[in-house]
């Protein structure tokens, strides 16, 4: 699998995932490559019914990746599950789509965001997006309810993980169709292991800034296969498109 590959084909939770290290006799851990996350912990995460991820840019509106959604316009067929990190929870907040908008100019290479328009809020904190470049370098934290493998099952329970920042040319070395003014790579170049996969599309790459509040800088788009070396996973650039995605909020 190469571009786009990061949304789930079935509907179904989205996730972080990575691949083993273990040997085959050992016995299976819970999560590979990254661990559980506390309830409460990034209470801007949410979870889409087509099988990709999202982030609260405001309490009623999500951020996610273009190749998640079909195009611009009314939209009432796509769920947002938020408010908890296990998604079985009796806790947890589901509301409806009313419309979609779809990066202009989206055409499968590059400009990889979408916004969502809920039918009522999520009361939950939203995440912040970098405005400028200041912050796309350093460690990142990806999070999410999928596959904790390469071609494994959806999770219950949200997983996060750390994935350090890759140069672009470092990256394009991987993928020479990056499009390395749009698009932020991050994983373990070297060693793999740890990785964004199917059924993580549209969700958040994110650190902490300057106030220590954390800051939205990336959204999961493709790469080839999960978690392997010299691979690492490729998000949209979300500084690259903070003017755009802002002027497209205010239009829903």
């Known amino acids: 699998m190469s571009a786009l590959k990061r949304c789930s084909v079935a509907i179904a ?12 006799s050992a016995a299976p851990q819970p999560i590979v490559g990254g661990e559980r996350a506390e309830q409460g912990e990034f209470p801007f995460m949410v979870r889409l019914s087509m099988g990709c991820g999202g982030s609260l840019y ?17 939209n009432t067929s796509i769920s947002v599950t938020g408010g908890v990190a296990d998604l079985e929870s009796p806790d947890a907040i589901t509301v409806n789509s009313t419309k979609v908008l779809q990066a202009p100019g989206y055409n499968g290479t590059g400009k990889d965001w979408a916004l969502i328009k809920l039918d009522k809020p999520i009361d939950q904190p939203t995440l912040k997006i970098a405005t400028d470049a200041t912050h796309d370098e350093g460690t990142f934290t990806v ?50 292991g740890v990785d964004s996969c199917q059924g993580d599309s549209g969700g958040p790459m994110f650190r902490k800034d300057d106030s220590d509040e954390w800051l939205q800088v990336g959204i999961v788009s493709w790469g080839q296969g999960c978690a392997r070396p010299n691979y690492p996973g490729v998000y949209t650039q979300v500084s690259h498109f903070a003017a755009d995605i802002a002027s497209a909020a205010d239009s829903l």
Do not use: M
């Open 13 to 24: 939770a989205v996730a972080l995932a990575t691949v083993s290290l273990q040997p085959a």
């Open 58 to 74: 405001t309490q009623d509106i999500v951020l996610t990746a273009a190749h998640c959604v079909d195009g611009s316009g009314d």
């Open 143 to 192: 999070a999410g309810w999928g596959a904790d493998k390469e071609g494994g099952s959806q999770q219950r329970h949200l997983l996060k993980a750390d994935v350090p920042f890759v140069s672009d040319s470092d990256c394009q070395g991987a993928y020479s169709n990056l499009v390395a003014d749009e698009e932020l790579c991050a994983g373990l170049l070297d060693t793999g």
